[in-house]
């Protein structure tokens, strides 16, 4: 893995590429002017590459190769433009997943200046696997780890090692998500935030911290120093949604930088029903209101001492709701329904280049005509009961009802509407009555149909069936 490399850079300009992941940072971009134009012709186009689906051989490839060859590691994460002597350039941070869910060697980042071609530009915020790494001189330098005398700070080691270890063998494994960064113009600092999660009991949960992670760098190329993880502002009343949530939980984020300077964070919170944003202070490393403790007792990590104040209680170190922090999605369930091609709805598997799904995905790839519902059910082939997935991908019991075969209902739901073309079954159109597919002329053409095909061989799997 390649050092992270450390120098500054001179910033004429800064502008954030919106936060919300590659695929939005690269629509419209075109080829910086100049030599970066003639370095690489024609390298800002971006061809349409047909998706084979999860079922083929070389579903998700070819990869994307990084200078080196390797393919680039930035999962959850996030380009950002700036310049640089004159050219424009884009820096791409995200998590290194190369050792697969766990034991991320932390954020990795990438340089540019076409947003094809991307240089490795190494970790840039490192995890550990051992506490004994952070005796070393790199943590050393960025952390203070060894004393004087040379004997390493128990203590502080402890309290490091609990938000930057990331083995799975730890007693308390943590996690790197969704890093997002923005640059300070006033303190002319880099500043990288991201979702810190992980275990509070050994065995535990990995997702029961619910905090928001902060580091700093001189360089866009770090390397970064955390400086807190914290719980950020709720509500009081924060269990109305849900009587499970935790006080100032921060699980998936971004962040957002105004055009007066001003930043936010935005992150979900009460088991992800409700949508906060909150303010920062000026350095981008704190929210507006803080306090000298930890108010929950949740292991916070603070660098100089201070913490988000939680609560809008009314008092006067308290946040204000609607001026400091506000709730733009209250009590919703923020998660959008995954489909999934021929296979249980979010089954848990590292593909070959160290990303599994995510809850909030949809996958796309062809159906099997009986395995989709669009009302967020799936069957399985051969198994007659449906299932029901919550937001995070978690087996729920369904409610069985009577209704017609389900692509019948697929068909009638994308459409059957006055004015659109026939819908077909199996290549024959089918009738349509007010405006509408008559469901029980479909279900009687399926019955015939099937029973048609029962009676002749199968070829090709599933998708013979239609």
């Avoid at 005796?135 to 330098?141: G, P, V």
């Avoid at 709720?234 to 009587?243: A, G, K, L, P, V």
């Avoid at 059910?377 to 919550?390: A, C, E, F, I, L």
């Avoid at 008559?438 to 029962?454: G, K, N, T």
Wanted: proline fraction near 7%; charged fraction near 30%.
């Amino acid at each position: 893995m390649p050092h992270p490399r450390s120098g500054r850079h001179r910033i004429a300009r800064r502008v954030v590429a919106g936060g919300t992941g590659l695929a939005v940072a690269l629509v419209g971009l075109q080829a910086a002017s100049g030599a970066a134009a003639d370095d690489s012709p024609g390298d800002a186009t971006y061809p349409a590459v047909l998706d084979p689906g999860t079922g083929a051989d070389d579903y998700f490839s070819p990869l994307w190769p990084d200078d080196g060859g390797e393919h680039v590691q930035a999962h959850g994460g996030q380009v950002v433009q700036s310049e640089e002597d004159g050219r424009t350039v884009y820096y791409w941070y995200g998590e290194d997943r190369s050792n697969g869910y766990y034991g991320s060697p932390g954020v990795h980042a990438y340089k540019s200046y076409d947003t094809k071609n991307w240089t490795d530009e190494g970790v840039v915020l490192r995890s550990v696997s051992d506490p004994a790494e952070l005796e070393s001189a790199y943590f050393d330098d960025l952390y203070d780890t060894v004393d004087d005398a040379g004997q390493p700070r128990a203590d502080r080691i402890a309290e490091l090692d609990y938000h930057l270890d990331t083995s799975e063998a730890a007693d308390r494994t943590t996690i790197f998500e969704r890093p997002k960064v923005l640059y300070n113009s006033t303190t002319d600092q880099w500043v990288l935030w991201w979702h810190s999660d992980g275990q509070t009991t050994s065995g535990g949960s990995m997702y029961a911290r619910s905090m928001a992670g902060v580091a700093v760098s001189d360089s866009p190329t770090g390397p970064f120093r955390m400086t807190g993880v914290y719980r950020m502002p709720n509500r009081t009343n924060y269990q109305d949604c849900i009587s499970a949530a935790v006080p100032g939980q921060a699980r998936d984020m971004t962040v957002f930088q105004d055009d007066d300077g001003t930043a936010y964070i935005v992150y979900s919170s009460e088991e992800n029903r409700s949508l906060y944003v909150a303010e920062l202070d000026e350095a981008y490393t704190n929210v507006t209101h803080t306090t000298a403790t930890d108010m929950v007792g949740a292991g916070q990590y603070s660098e100089d001492g201070r913490y988000p104040y939680l609560f809008a209680d009314g008092t006067a170190e308290a946040p204000v709701r609607g001026e400091d922090f506000q709730i733009v999605k209250e009590c919703g369930m923020l998660g959008a329904r995954a489909v999934r091609a021929r296979r249980p709805v979010l089954r848990r598997r590292v593909r070959r280049d160290g990303m599994g799904p995510q809850p909030a995905d949809v996958l796309h790839g062809r159906q099997h005509p009986r395995a989709v519902d669009p009302g967020g059910r799936s069957r399985r082939p051969g198994r007659g009961r449906p299932v029901q997935h919550d937001p995070r991908g978690r087996r729920r019991a369904a409610v069985r009802r009577r209704h017609a075969p389900v692509h019948v209902r697929l068909a009638v739901h994308e459409r059957a509407r006055p004015g659109r073309r026939p819908v077909r079954l199996h290549g024959r159109p089918l009738e349509r009555r007010r405006g509408r597919l008559d469901v029980r002329v479909a279900a009687d053409h399926h019955r015939r149909e099937r029973a048609r095909r029962d009676a002749q061989p199968r070829r090709g799997g599933p998708e013979a069936l239609g």
